[in-house]
């Protein structure tokens, strides 16, 4: 029996469905740029011995600016994230919404999800169809969860060292070369998985390059989303829901500033990439 | 035919000589000045103008004469010479010597600001009865170099003589560093400088590899290593010339001391602040259990994140390829 679909009208330009609210799109640019901010101003202490390590410092002012950049932009970063967590509670526990914490709109891991990734690997070798993937795919949800677990640890030792005095008081002396160690080891994991594994999910993989545009125009057309969200776009259309998400198609110049935007994260970020190939290589 | 000119040319030289009518002045043997600079020799105001001529034989120089360092006696004719000579030039010979002491804060206060205790050559190494450094009796002998430092530097001695470094060189241990290890001989630079402090790290290097090398895993070892010296490097914590192990209790790392060290930049550094490793290396448990633990963490994770995503995009890719070939190159 065919499920009840309710087409969306045809017309001659595509129909723009909404992916992404404002705020996401806030937090994803905050993030983005704190990271990469992170990410300069961190690497040369990093890869200390790297030939490019005190030109890069020096970009910053030294030692002294780089440190203050970092701080500032860390204080950012974890502002953006504990505002994030703190408007998903407020919007599953005060405003009572449904399907934020579990459900095919979740960014909790749900069943599908293993499934999922499993019919994925069936199909990466020819074994099958490509699984019609929910709002958020297994690699977007390991995204999220990476930054979440990357923001909370690095950001519990980026305070320890940040104001050791202080933390001397509830800690011994030797979790500073801990929270020091996991820093560093959680940034090298980061900065590889943000500019190697991101990119390629989110922006250069084939289909999408060199860039998707959607984390910041915050809309897909409606024949993106019934090739890549078949699971969602099925489940809307049956529950009739894909018509009050249409929205309006990006401006030019909204889609020229997402560009610009977009390329000049990808650029900085494949850069400093550049620099760790270079500096484990060498 | 060359052959023939240089003939001619060294008759005529022959020839010319009887012509200008005098010789030139032969310069006095080394006799000759002994003779007046005898061990009773004095100046008019007393003080002694003799010349030990057998220390002189058995210094490195002994088999030079006098006048190869005091030149301008050279071309005199007229004995007794003239009080003033001119001043010995050790450079014409240790000429790479020269370019370093040149550019030290010794030469920088003997030459340019006119420091009269700022030591030129023979302030350290002597006059007539220079020895090899390598000679036990040298002034610049390895154990024997922080004595004749300490004479102008005598603060800086008594501080270096109850360190380890010097209980070694008395022990006679010439490994130990002594002045000149970390100070250089001739391109000593003022000590104050951040680049000086930086640069010396390598010294204590030179002897402590393993010591520098998990310093260089710190946060201090790592901004230092980027040039910037705001914070601590080697003698921050171990002191310069008093390093003393931290067993003993006037050692600036002893128990007793350590907060007060670390004090001086952490203010408010306490007892428990002090727990810190400087020196930590995540290979060895015994040092720290927890970041050996979170060593090997990362050693599973960071390669396992990578090499899982890897795979998964090189599959994705080539994938996706294969799609693309089968649509004909659309899409």
Known sequence: MMPAVIELPRTAKPLHLVRFDRKTRMLHVVVMATFLGLAATG??????????????????????GAGLVHRV????????VVFHVADVFWRAFVRGEKGLLWGPDSMVPQPKDFADFYGQMKWFVGLGPQPKFERFAYWEKFDYWAVMWGTAIMGAAGLILWFPVLASRILPGWMFNVALFVHGAEAALAIGFIFAVHFFNGHLRPGKFPMDLVIFTGSLTDEEMRHERAGQYDRLSRAGALSGMVTAAPSPEEKRRARLVGTAG??????LFALIVYAVVR | MRIR?????AILWIAALPAAGQSPPKPP???????CHDATATRPNGRSMAVDATRFEASTHGPMACVDCHADLAKLTEFPHPDKLAKVECGSCHD????????SIHAYGKEIVGLSVAPACADCHGTHDIKPRTDLTSRVYHTRIAETCGSCHTGIKDRFDTSVHAAALKKGDDKAPSCADCHTAHAIQ????????????????????QVVDSFRRTFHGKVTELGFSRVAACADCHGAHNILPASNPASTISKARLVTTCGKCHQGANEQFVKYDPHPNPQDYSRSAVLWWANRFYWVLIPGCFGFFGLHSALWFRRAAQERRRKGGAA
Do not use: Q
Not at chain 1, 45 to 60: D, G, I, K, Q, T
Not at chain 2, 96 to 103: E, F, G, L, Q
Not at chain 2, 190 to 207: F, H, M, N, P
């Open chain 1, 43 to 64: 690497m040369p202490l990093l890869f200390s011995e790297a030939p490019w390590a005190r030109v890069l410092a020096m970009l910053f002012g030294g030692f002294h």
């Open chain 2, 96 to 103: 790479d010597v020269r370019s370093k002491y040149r550019d």
């Open chain 1, 266 to 271: 990808l650029t900085l970020g494949l850069g």
């Open chain 2, 29 to 35: 043997a080394n006799d000759d000045c002994v003779a």
């Open chain 2, 5 to 9: 000119i240089g003939a001619l040319a």
């Open chain 2, 190 to 209: 003022r000590a104050d400088t951040d680049k000086w402090r930086l640069d010396v790290t390598a010294e204590c290097g030179s002897c402590h590899a």
């Open chain 1, 73 to 80: 932009f860390g204080a950012a970063l974890l502002a953006g």
